[in-house]
């Protein structure tokens, strides 16, 4: 398949029921899209996730001001890998939950040392509920 | 099958996909089906297909989907006289299977006794050695110390992977490749098998280089008869999760095929296995030098059985129903063929950039494709909603062809006419899998997807294309806002998979 010249103008048709016709220079191809908190796109068989606001999307990390890491879904703990006092690096995983018969590991999102460890391997978890608690190592 | 069914009515203990394909067979038989659900599938697409339809309980699967006492409950109000459990939840419980025959109710699967001896990775294999099949060489030696366990080792063979015997999910499981090794492994292994489980010992397992998994369908019925259904090659996984399942394998030659088909029947005999039912192998090489071992037996219905019954023909679910109902098998081993070729690729609400994270959230657009030689098996529909309470398998792709590439380049067509808008799915990773060289040659092994998956998922996060602005545009313009949806951005905070404790993980 040609791919349409940068410079060619997109033209896009709803055509209803959340389908678009989409043409780009001689190219024609239909699309889906729905708009939610972010609009979503499907063309070529990939899904595109955009932010319906239009300004760049607000994804960055927010540090807790305790340093506690929570549960993002009720879960089970599989394995914790460290121990209170001991020093972690940004990316260590710290925790492995299990959900919806999947591992999630817990990630360090920052370097630190670990203050409390608030859970114990077998134990169903809810979300929010703090699993560990991190200090901001000194330099 | 002789029109033996005895059946009027089947309540299937199950949801999503397997529910649905249950429920299917049951209308095709003229038997009525009864659903069960949990509040999280009031609304969901197996609960409005069925006959009747019952609730069970809260979300929470221990308090529905598992609950014994719920199942039984409604399979008396409902007057079924059978349970077809799917996979999963009470599907391989001795004590489920034991309770319903006790009650009066036909389990549609192996007897308790079956369920029980395989449910023993022990025992099952040790039946499997006393039918003549081999085993991956392997003990959990009763002196731990570590002097006994270095004896064990040499008596097993290098390389070996230790493995925590009370473990799962490859926790504390450590390679040793040599006698070298072994101390350091031994102590690693030990140590997390404590901190995880509570519990040290340790199993000692020979290590079978870069095997694939290639797993034999069996049906027995009640009369003596014991098929086997060919293979399904099922090394495309990631921590014991498969992605992508196929038949026939690109490894087996038919003299191999016909030998592990053997050794499928023998074990199934020994065990007094009826139903149907999957043997589990490693695969060490390829072709007429091969070497197999028998892995375990899985007692029930597996998730990938549509490649097997796109292949041979057979309906799976109809002949589950049949044997239980008492009919005899409808065919000889020497009447069962493979023809073309199927691959099914399982789309996961997970996303493959973050870690695979499962995802939860509403089904905004969901449009399945339809074309020649694909088949979709799906629990869900569009409007629906994707809980963090269960699974998250969402659908099965099952591509057929007479060829591997003609079914491979039908699964592509087919993932890429399959808009699944409101939660993020692995689709873009599948497409990325099916078109991997290693995927196409044929070579692939259980080690495939952790060794490639860094690269290939690398490679899935593509800057939007500038059409992708003006689609969203036009979408905006025309307020084509998905129902229920507010309209501007909302507060983030209420989404559980972009923070934890404000931190993304």
């Not at chain 2, 028998?294 to 057979?314: C, S, W």
Request: with cysteine; aromatic share 6%; hydrophobic share 45%.
């Amino acid at each position: 398949m040609s791919k349409p010249a940068d410079d060619a103008p997109i033209d896009v048709v709803s055509l209803g029921n959340a389908r678009y016709q989409v043409d780009a220079g001689t190219r024609r191809r239909v699309a889906f899209a729905v708009v939610a908190a972010d609009t979503w796109v499907f063309l070529d068989g990939r899904v595109y996730v955009v932010p319906t606001g239009g300004a760049s999307p607000a994804r960055t990390s927010r540090a807790d001001e305790r340093g506690a890491l929570t549960a993002p879904m009720p879960a089970t703990v599989l394995a914790i890998h460290v121990t209170p006092g001991q020093t972690v690096q940004r990316n260590d995983v710290l925790i492995v939950l299990e959900a919806m018969k999947m591992e999630l590991p817990i990630r360090a999102p920052r370097d630190g040392r670990v203050r409390t460890v608030a859970c114990q391997p077998g134990e169903l978890v809810q979300p929010g509920v703090t699993l560990l608690e991190l200090d901001t190592e000194e330099a | 099958m002789n029109g033996s069914v005895q059946f009027s009515r089947i309540l299937i203990a199950n949801r999503g996909e397997i529910a649905v394909r249950v429920i299917r067979a049951c209308r095709e038989m003229g038997i009525e089906s009864v659903a069960v659900y949990s509040d999280a599938d009031r609304r969901a697409l197996h609960t409005s297909l069925a006959d009747q339809a019952l609730r069970i309980g809260p979300a929470a699967a221990v308090d529905s989907y598992l609950s014994i006492e719920a199942i039984f409950s409604a399979a008396r109000r409902s007057g079924a006289q059978a349970i077809h459990p799917g996979y999963g939840f009470l599907s391989e419980n001795a004590a489920f299977a034991a309770a319903c025959r006790d009650a009066g109710l036909v389990f549609i699967g192996p007897p308790p006794e079956a369920i029980a001896q395989m449910g023993s990775k022990i025992t099952a294999r040790r039946l499997a050695q006393a039918a003549g099949v081999p085993v991956v060489p392997g003990e959990t030696p009763t002196d731990q110390s570590d002097q006994a366990i270095t004896a064990a080792a040499h008596r097993v063979g290098f390389p070996l992977l230790l493995k925590p015997s009370e473990g799962g999910g490859g926790i504390g499981m450590k390679t040793a490749r040599d006698a070298a090794a072994l101390a350091a492994a031994i102590a690693q292994s030990r140590r997390e098998a404590l901190a995880a489980f509570g519990d040290g010992t340790l199993y000692i397992e020979r290590l079978i280089d870069r095997p694939r998994h290639v797993e034999f369908q069996i049906l027995a019925d009640h009369h003596g008869h014991v098929v086997h259904l060919f293979e399904r090659e099922c090394s495309i996984q990631r921590r014991h999760q498969k992605v992508i399942e196929e038949c026939p394998s690109t490894a087996l030659t038919p003299a191999l095929r016909r030998r592990m088909g053997e050794a499928a029947v023998a074990v199934a005999r020994k065990a007094g296995y009826r139903n149907a039912g999957t043997m589990e192998f490693l695969l060490e090489g390829t072709g007429d030098s091969a070497r197999f071992y028998f892995l375990e037996m899985n007692a029930r219905l597996q998730v990938e059985h549509p490649i097997t019954e796109q292949v041979t023909g057979v309906d799976l679910v109809r002949a589950q129903i049949e044997i239980a109902s008492g009919a005899p098998l409808a065919w000889a081993q020497d009447a069962l063929a493979q023809r073309g070729h199927a691959i099914e690729v399982r789309v996961y609400a997970e996303d493959p950039a973050r870690e695979y994270l499962p995802q939860a959230g509403p089904l905004l657009i969901y449009r399945e494709p339809s074309m020649p030689g694909i088949r979709v098996d799906a629990g869900i529909v569009e409007g629906g909603e994707v809980t963090v309470h269960y699974d998250p398998l969402l659908a099965k792709v099952i591509a057929s062809g007479d060829t591997r590439e003609a079914a491979r380049h039908r699964a592509l067509a087919a993932l890429r006419s399959y808009p699944i808008l409101g939660i993020r799915t692995n689709t873009a990773l599948l497409v990325a899998l099916l078109e991997h060289e290693r995927f196409i040659s044929g070579d692939i092994d259980t080690g495939f997807l952790d060794a490639e998956g860094d690269v290939i998922r690398a490679g899935l996060s593509a800057e939007p294309p500038r059409e992708i602005a003006a689609i969203a545009a036009a979408a905006r313009a025309e307020g084509a806002f998905a129902s229920g949806a507010r309209r501007g951005p909302a507060p983030r905070g209420d989404d559980p998979w972009t923070s934890l404790g404000g931190l993304r993980v």
